[in-house]
């Protein structure tokens, strides 16, 4: 034997052992029926294969040996066997009808067990008895006949898969067929032995094994050329999902791209209680909480809120599908990106819109008195007047406050305000505070604050809140009005209460939101009082809740830090 | 004199209400909730001006009270809100209300709005 013939037997023989080795990570990685069935295929045709590294003993002798007779037998099953799994594998994707699985397993075990109960097999160029053209005939019958099916099944359940999946898929169908056309061409050639290789048949065979390999395992950068078509079109859903600007228009973009991207029947997003937030095709796959990111026929994204992608593809499968995991989770990570910013796009009108509301009070009382001056001027009361410019005056300030307060909170959501960090004495805060606001002359008002209650943080902005809560406290609060501070570890907490009737129930998940204001509010406050105390107290590393008592039925807790 | 019953819970607004359909030559009565407004309904007031966001009860609430009671049934209303969207005007228009005014509104408008409430009451 040649060295170039001894080399293309190595060559053929290693290629397929590879593909064995392959296989056996494929299945190992994703698991699943499809790849199980593959490692089995392609471990028997490497078994096979790897026969070719035993040693070669000569003479006719060996071939009357048990051991040879069991071994020859031993690779016909296995050969009997190979195209049988890959029928098997072929039909994970598409199930074979009753009769075409009834035939092929009367073939195929009918076939191993002929062989097995066979007398005696000759050696290499010995003379063939008849009965061995006959199982020859039913071999390759059984061959061509199994082979061809697996490749048929493969090729058509390539259709509607994305690109690379459908590239494996006919790479896998079209090895299936030519290693079939091979065998049955060497079988009509003359008899070929291990001192006979034919070098073209050899050739074709690595060929084959080559086209194996790529459709089990495809490198990387030949899945990326493969996937162009999808990457395009995931280019433009990304752009689509960035214009949208509500969560269901997001749910409505992502849902039908998934749904063409990864082959699904249907694609539902789940809130995090596990119930739909949308759904797109029919029916919506169930969500389990507990559930495997990935089984056969579905696949599963989490979402950052809670939820999940779930689609329901009966063309997954683990062994064809890892980019098709990689897509759904990238896209679950775009619809978090996207969720969170229509979040954010929300609040902001909801602001917007809010901020609009509270400056058409004034403007509305400006431009009816203004237009009032202006043309019933004469025929007015100097009462009327005088009451007509007071409201003018009023106004302009109640707007002039709350565009101002808008800013404020504004700069402060930016982070462009500097806040101090002085120590600075609590008693003189709440002093100031008092002082500055002035109580009803009704309501009694206690102060238990100590002295050496010192804080870290900005004394005018703690003021601003001091002053914020006690204006919330004679506007909506009993006679009665307690201020307390007290240590907590390296806490220092003031309390700020009253006797009154509290804050609604229905107000209080939103006590601190802008524009959360109660029915009773009459027309006083921005509504913005309580929501800039939290960003002022947050900004200075403290906390603000809302932490009745039977005593005080509306009392602010307020955390801030103790200067050491 | 014609009497207008104005109702609004921001006292500002309510004043320059009241200013402009008394420089207009209306008697105006107030109120400042929707109690109130029912209560002052019984005054007989000749139209109601009324505000849809009162403390105590929603506008559409006190129209349906007054469209419901037969003896105040026929007094023309009219909304005066700083809901400017179609849907809540329509609501308004189809539960009884004889007119909608969207807030910040023209002292003009206003008038002449008042001014046609009185003469279809007056026509019918």
Same mark, same amino acid.
């Given at each position: 034997?040649?060295?170039?013939?001894?080399?293309?037997?190595?060559?053929?023989?290693?290629?397929?052992?590879?593909?064995?080795?392959?296989?056996? %990570?494929?299945?190992?990685?994703?698991?699943?029926?499809?790849?199980?069935?593959?490692?089995?295929?392609?471990?028997?045709?490497?078994?096979? /294969?790897?026969?070719?590294?035993?040693?070669?003993?000569?003479?006719?002798?060996?071939?009357?040996?048990?051991?040879?007779?069991?071994?020859?037998?031993?690779?016909?099953?296995?050969?009997? =066997?190979?195209?049988?799994?890959?029928?098997?594998?072929?039909?994970?994707? %598409?199930?074979?009808?009753?009769?075409?699985?009834?035939?092929?397993?009367?073939?195929?075990?009918?076939?191993?067990?002929?062989?097995?109960?066979?007398?005696?097999?000759?050696?290499?160029?010995?003379? %063939?008895?008849?009965?061995?053209?006959?199982?020859?005939?039913?071999?390759?019958?059984?061959?061509?006949?199994?082979?061809?099916?697996?490749?048929?099944?493969?090729?058509?359940?390539?259709?509607?898969?994305?690109?690379?999946?459908?590239?494996?898929?006919?790479?896998?169908?079209?090895?299936?067929?030519? =290693?079939?056309?091979?065998?049955?061409?060497?079988?009509?050639?003359?008899?070929?032995?291990?001192?006979?290789?034919?070098?073209?048949?050899?050739?074709?065979?690595?060929?084959?094994?080559?086209?194996?390999?790529?459709?089990?395992?495809?490198?990387?950068?030949?899945?990326?050329?493969?996937?162009?078509?999808?990457?395009?079109?995931?280019?433009?859903?990304?752009?689509?999902?960035?214009?949208?600007?509500?969560?269901?228009?997001?749910?409505?973009?992502?849902?039908?791209?998934?749904?063409?991207?990864?082959?699904?029947?249907?694609?539902?997003?789940?809130?995090?209680?596990?119930?739909?937030?949308?759904?797109?095709?029919?029916?919506?796959?169930?969500?389990?909480?507990?559930?495997?990111?990935?089984?056969?026929? &579905?696949?599963?994204?989490?979402?950052?809120?809670?939820?999940?992608?779930?689609?329901?593809?009966?063309?997954?499968? #683990?062994? $064809?599908?890892?980019?098709?995991?990689?897509?759904?989770?990238?896209?679950?990570?775009?619809?978090?990106?996207? =969720?969170?910013?229509?979040?954010?796009?929300?609040?902001?009108?909801?602001?917007?819109?809010?901020?609009?509301?509270? =400056?058409?009070?004034?403007?509305?009382?400006?431009?009816?008195?203004?237009?009032?001056? /202006?043309?019933?001027?004469?025929?007015?009361?100097?009462?009327?007047?005088? &009451?007509?410019?007071?409201?003018?005056?009023?106004?302009? @300030?109640?707007?002039?406050?709350?565009? @101002?307060?808008?800013?404020?909170?504004?700069?402060?959501?930016?982070?462009?305000?500097? $806040?101090?960090?002085?120590?600075?004495?609590?008693?003189?805060?709440?002093?100031?505070?008092?002082?500055?606001?002035?109580?009803?002359?009704?309501?009694?008002?206690?102060? &238990?604050?100590?002295?050496?209650?010192?804080?870290?943080?900005?004394?005018?902005?703690?003021?601003?809140?001091?002053?914020?809560?006690?204006?919330?406290?004679?506007?909506?609060?009993?006679?009665?009005?307690?201020?307390?501070?007290?240590?907590?570890?390296?806490?220092?907490?003031?309390?700020?209460?009253?006797?009154?009737?509290?804050? #609604?129930?229905?107000?209080?998940?939103?006590?601190?939101?802008?524009?959360?204001?109660?029915?009773?509010?009459?027309?006083?406050?921005?509504?913005?009082?309580?929501?800039?105390?939290?960003?002022?107290?947050?900004?200075?590393?403290?906390?603000?809740?809302?932490?009745?008592?039977?005593?005080?039925?509306?009392?602010?807790?307020?955390?801030?830090? &103790?200067?050491? | 004199?014609?009497?207008?019953?104005?109702?609004?819970?921001?006292?500002?607004?309510?004043?320059?209400?009241?200013? /402009?359909?008394?420089?207009?030559?209306?008697?105006?009565?107030?109120?400042?909730?929707?109690?109130?407004?029912?209560?002052?309904?019984?005054?007989?007031?000749?139209?109601?001006?009324?505000?849809?966001?009162?403390?105590?009860?929603?506008?559409?609430?006190?129209?349906? /009270?007054?469209?419901?009671?037969?003896?105040?049934?026929?007094?023309?209303?009219?909304?005066?809100?700083?809901?400017?969207?179609?849907?809540?005007?329509?609501?308004?228009?189809?539960?009884?209300? @004889?007119?909608?005014?969207?807030?910040?509104?023209?002292?003009?408008?206003?008038?002449?709005?008042?001014?046609?409430?009185?003469?279809?009451?007056?026509?019918?």
């Amino acid at each position: 034997m040649s060295t170039f013939s001894r080399l293309l037997t190595d060559a053929d023989a290693l290629i397929f052992i590879l593909l064995a080795v392959a296989s056996v %990570r494929e299945y190992r990685r994703g698991r699943g029926a499809a790849a199980a069935w593959a490692a089995t295929a392609f471990v028997t045709l490497g078994a096979v /294969a790897a026969l070719a590294f035993l040693p070669s003993k000569q003479g006719d002798a060996i071939y009357d040996t048990l051991a040879w007779q069991a071994l020859v037998r031993f690779v016909i099953g296995v050969l009997v =066997l190979f195209p049988y799994f890959l029928y098997r594998l072929a039909a994970t994707f %598409r199930p074979a009808s009753r009769f075409v699985r009834r035939s092929l397993d009367i073939l195929t075990f009918g076939l191993i067990a002929g062989f097995v109960a066979a007398p005696r097999l000759p050696g290499p160029g010995e003379h %063939r008895p008849a009965w061995l053209g006959l199982y020859t005939i039913v071999f390759i019958a059984q061959w061509t006949a199994t082979s061809a099916y697996a490749a048929a099944s493969l090729w058509i359940a390539g259709r509607g898969r994305p690109t690379a999946a459908r590239y494996r898929m006919r790479l896998l169908a079209g090895g299936t067929a030519a =290693l079939n056309v091979t065998i049955l061409v060497s079988s009509f050639l003359p008899q070929r032995g291990p001192n006979n290789p034919n070098a073209v048949i050899q050739i074709i065979e690595l060929a084959i094994g080559l086209a194996f390999f790529i459709g089990l395992a495809p490198p990387r950068a030949l899945v990326n050329i493969w996937q162009r078509p999808e990457s395009d079109a995931a280019r433009r859903a990304m752009s689509d999902l960035m214009s949208a600007v509500t969560a269901n228009e997001v749910a409505d973009t992502v849902m039908p791209h998934l749904r063409s991207l990864i082959g699904a029947q249907s694609v539902a997003i789940y809130n995090k209680d596990g119930s739909v937030f949308a759904s797109y095709g029919d029916p919506p796959p169930e969500f389990d909480i507990g559930e495997s990111a990935l089984e056969e026929g &579905k696949l599963r994204a989490p979402l950052k809120s809670g939820g999940a992608i779930v689609v329901r593809s009966n063309t997954f499968s #683990p062994l $064809f599908g890892a980019d098709r995991i990689a897509t759904l989770q990238w896209f679950s990570d775009l619809t978090d990106l996207a =969720l969170s910013r229509c979040a954010a796009t929300a609040r902001e009108r909801e602001f917007i819109s809010n901020a609009a509301h509270e =400056l058409r009070t004034p403007l509305t009382t400006m431009t009816g008195l203004a237009a009032m001056l /202006a043309v019933d001027r004469e025929v007015m009361t100097e009462d009327q007047l005088t &009451k007509c410019v007071e409201g003018l005056v009023r106004q302009g @300030n109640r707007a002039r406050e709350l565009v @101002n307060t808008l800013l404020d909170m504004a700069q402060i959501e930016r982070g462009t305000v500097a $806040f101090a960090d002085d120590i600075i004495d609590l008693s003189n805060i709440v002093g100031d505070s008092l002082d500055f606001t002035s109580a009803p002359s009704d309501r009694e008002i206690r102060v &238990k604050v100590p002295d050496d209650a010192r804080v870290r943080g900005d004394a005018e902005r703690l003021g601003q809140v001091v002053v914020n809560l006690l204006t919330n406290a004679y506007r909506h609060g009993g006679k009665t009005i307690n201020i307390e501070a007290h240590d907590d570890r390296d806490r220092i907490v003031l309390s700020i209460g009253d006797d009154g009737d509290g804050v #609604p129930s229905e107000l209080i998940p939103k006590l601190f939101d802008p524009f959360s204001r109660g029915a009773t509010a009459n027309g006083m406050g921005s509504g913005l009082g309580l929501a800039i105390c939290r960003r002022i107290v947050e900004a200075l590393g403290g906390s603000i809740t809302y932490d009745p008592t039977p005593e005080w039925r509306s009392r602010f807790r307020v955390e801030l830090r &103790k200067a050491a | 004199m014609a009497k207008i019953l104005v109702v609004d819970d921001e006292p500002d607004v309510l004043f320059t209400v009241k200013i /402009a359909l008394e420089v207009a030559g209306y008697e105006v009565i107030e109120a400042e909730d929707g109690h109130g407004a029912l209560m002052r309904a019984w005054d007989y007031p000749d139209a109601i001006v009324l505000d849809l966001r009162l403390p105590d009860m929603d506008g559409s609430e006190v129209l349906q /009270a007054i469209r419901a009671e037969p003896a105040l049934s026929h007094i023309p209303v009219m909304c005066l809100s700083a809901h400017s969207d179609d849907q809540t005007k329509r609501r308004m228009l189809a539960l009884g209300a @004889n007119a909608y005014v969207s807030k910040p509104f023209d002292v003009s408008i206003l008038r002449k709005t008042v001014a046609s409430l009185l003469e279809t009451r007056n026509a019918s």
